[in-house]
């Protein structure tokens, strides 16, 4: 098992759990976590207890990407989080959530979430607004493209 840890963008701690990797990448891991909080209906889905996330984190991109199915594996859709390259660890992963997210349904179907945020936020670095804008444009031509793990 390892941890992972979501920073705000100013490096606050805003979420701590434990994952169980699954393969070290080149430049990332893929860790598995299972929702264990109360179900959360965001809108476009509802995250229910026992729901597994096959999670991808890079330290190279500016993304992660959670593959979400339920407890017995049919396929929710895929939560992005826009956030700046992941500091991997033999212990953990620690990354900076940058506000930006992007939801595709099972069916393909893409939002991309908090733009209203992203926009108003007056602490984000020059750095992390670029760095957060050239995250969107990829994941959405990996998405156009349907390259794994879409």
Same mark, same amino acid.
């Given at each position: 098992?390892?941890?992972? #840890?979501? %920073?705000?963008?100013?490096?606050?701690?805003?979420? =701590?759990?434990?994952?169980?990797?699954?393969? =070290?990448?080149?430049?990332?891991?893929?860790?598995?976590?299972?929702?264990?909080?109360?179900? &959360?209906?965001?809108?476009?889905?509802?995250?229910?207890?026992?729901?597994?996330?096959?999670?991808f984190f890079y330290a190279d991109r500016w993304f992660n990407i959670f593959?979400? /199915?339920?407890?017995?594996?049919? =396929?929710?859709?895929?939560? +992005?989080?826009?956030?700046?390259?992941? $500091?991997? /660890? !033999?212990?953990?992963?620690?990354?900076?959530?940058? $506000?930006?997210? #992007?939801? #595709? /349904?099972?069916?393909?179907?893409?939002?991309? $979430?908090?733009?209203?945020?992203?926009?108003?936020?007056?602490?984000?670095?020059?750095?992390? &607004?670029?760095?957060? /804008?050239?995250? %969107?444009?990829?994941?959405?031509? %990996?998405? !156009?493209? &349907? +390259?794994?793990?879409?």
């Amino acid at each position: 098992m390892i941890t992972v #840890v979501k %920073l705000d963008p100013q490096g606050k701690e805003m979420l =701590r759990y434990p994952a169980r990797l699954l393969t =070290r990448l080149e430049k990332g891991v893929v860790l598995e976590a299972r929702w264990e909080l109360p179900a &959360r209906d965001v809108g476009y889905t509802v995250f229910e207890p026992g729901d597994l996330f096959t999670e991808f984190f890079y330290a190279d991109r500016w993304f992660n990407i959670f593959a979400i /199915s339920t407890a017995d594996g049919t =396929r929710k859709g895929w939560y +992005c989080n826009i956030a700046a390259p992941a $500091l991997i /660890s !033999e212990a953990g992963v620690e990354q900076v959530d940058l $506000l930006l997210d #992007v939801w #595709v /349904s099972s069916d393909g179907q893409l939002l991309i $979430l908090d733009e209203d945020e992203f926009a108003a936020n007056t602490t984000l670095t020059d750095v992390q &607004r670029h760095g957060a /804008s050239q995250g %969107l444009q990829e994941l959405l031509a %990996l998405i !156009e493209a &349907r +390259c794994e793990p879409f």
